[in-house]
């Protein structure tokens, strides 16, 4: 889910954070989850730094509370003005990087309706759920086929070591928003498993492994950082950053594309330095391969919740969705992306060949279940990108609001372009009654 994110669009549903979702247990399973992992240590140690000032916050009234949290937050950021000498980081204090500010294009946490959640994988409500699919899917999940995988060896802190400069600041952003991306996974699916235990046991048991993937990828990633001599503190992130409220409709559609976009990132990534092995920087890139089959697999059961619910896929309104997430999703990973062409080129890629052949393949995927997609190979749809990428550029360096005006309807513009071009007709084939139509044509 490599800074796709998993998780960046750019006009969502309202934000807020959710009153009914427990960070402070939230962090504690984290901690758990990921207990075999540098990662564990590290947000285990904040979560007991942080109890006391939580506890006096709690007690707090709601205004109190809320000017009490900000300014622990910022107390946190003064204490942790000290900067990583070699890359100009900032960091929180000594090995731990200071998060890096939200914005649009971050990737973001998440939280829902969880009540709305249970009667979506209540088979008493919902008769659609195919509970034979549903188990073949959680079997899958049981084999835990990358149990072994994630493990490290001497490599890793000796080929960090050779890179540095400015290279060696843009990989260290590369790998905080792929692990936060990975974490934010771990979260939600985490408090789902939780969540449905009672009226859906299987579905929770997926919910629960697939946390437990997350756990183990941003892990991992977070363990990558230590090789710079950098982390996360993760228990911080789970208790001080903005949680964004998706619908639970929203939430299938934007991790479904998450974890398919992630998959062809990843397997792209591999492939390429299979064929380039001078290019293989460092050896995380090696264990992309079986990696992205978690993706994959995750992918797959946000596609049987989908044929589960009909009216998320063969309306007028699920074909606007559907296209509106496609744009949101593609347009993230371009503009992230090609503000960090840097990276990519030290690995050998070009970075818009790159993004094109990634947007293709999992527009080609999505088309599999979406009732519509976005027709990526339009000529007008990368000329569109483009625009939108020089834009990007220009309001990143412009200062005043009279530069920012004429450049955000321009972005706009853009966008609604794109929003208006002639779609493709798609979905599953489950669901086409005329094998000359479109969706089974595509």
């Not at 914005?103 to 759920?129: A, G, V, W």
Request: aromatic content about 12%; hydrophobic content about 40%; overall charge neutral.
């Amino acid at each position: 889910r490599t800074q796709s994110t998993h998780h960046a669009v750019f006009v969502v549903p309202p934000s807020k954070t959710s009153p009914s979702f427990d960070r402070t247990r939230t962090a504690t399973m984290a901690s758990q989850t990921i207990s075999m992992s540098a990662t564990a240590r590290v947000a285990a140690r904040a979560s007991l730094r942080s109890s006391r000032d939580t506890s006096r916050i709690a007690r707090l009234p709601k205004s109190a509370a809320r000017r009490a949290a900000s300014s622990a937050r910022l107390a946190v950021r003064a204490a942790g003005a000290a900067v990583d000498q070699e890359t100009g980081i900032k960091k929180m204090r000594e090995g731990i990087k200071e998060a890096a500010d939200e914005n649009l294009l971050t990737p973001r946490f998440y939280t829902t309706d969880f009540d709305e959640m249970e009667q979506l994988f209540s088979t008493e409500i919902n008769p659609n759920l195919d509970e034979a699919e549903l188990v073949a899917i959680l079997q899958e999940f049981r084999e835990d086929f990358n149990q072994k995988h994630f493990v490290r060896n001497d490599s890793f802190k000796k080929a960090a070591d050779g890179i540095t400069g400015e290279s060696r600041r843009i990989f260290i952003e590369f790998l905080e928003r792929s692990c936060t991306a990975e974490f934010s996974g771990f979260l939600l699916y985490k408090e789902l498993g939780r969540r449905l235990k009672k009226t859906a046991p299987v579905c929770a048991e997926i919910f629960t492994l697939m946390s437990r993937d997350e756990a183990r990828h941003a892990g991992f990633l977070n363990k990558a950082m230590s090789d710079f001599n950098l982390a996360l503190d993760l228990g911080f992130l789970t208790k001080n950053r903005q949680y964004t409220f998706f619908k639970p409709k929203f939430i299938i559609y934007a991790t479904y594309l998450s974890e398919k976009i992630g998959y062809w990132r990843y397997i792209s990534i591999y492939r390429h330095l299979q064929e380039n092995p001078n290019d293989q920087l460092y050896p995380l890139f090696q264990y992309f391969e079986n990696w992205c089959q978690d993706e994959n697999r995750h992918g797959d059961f946000f596609t049987a919740c989908l044929k589960a619910r009909p009216e998320f896929i063969n309306d007028w309104e699920a074909k606007l969705w559907a296209r509106f997430f496609c744009l949101s999703v593609y347009v993230t990973m371009y503009l992230n992306d090609h503000s960090r062409t840097e990276f990519y080129e030290s690995i050998g890629l070009d970075t818009t060949q790159f993004n094109m052949h990634v947007i293709h393949q999992t527009n080609k995927t999505t088309a599999q279940i979406f009732p519509q997609v976005i027709d990526t190979y339009n000529p007008k749809f990368k000329e569109y990108l483009d625009n939108l990428r020089d834009i990007n550029a220009k309001l990143s360096k412009a200062q005043s609001p009279m530069e920012k005006a004429p450049l955000i309807a321009g972005f706009a513009a853009n966008l609604l372009g794109v929003a208006l071009m002639k779609p493709v007709d798609s979905g599953s084939i489950d669901f086409v009654e005329d094998v000359n139509s479109p969706a089974f044509m595509y």
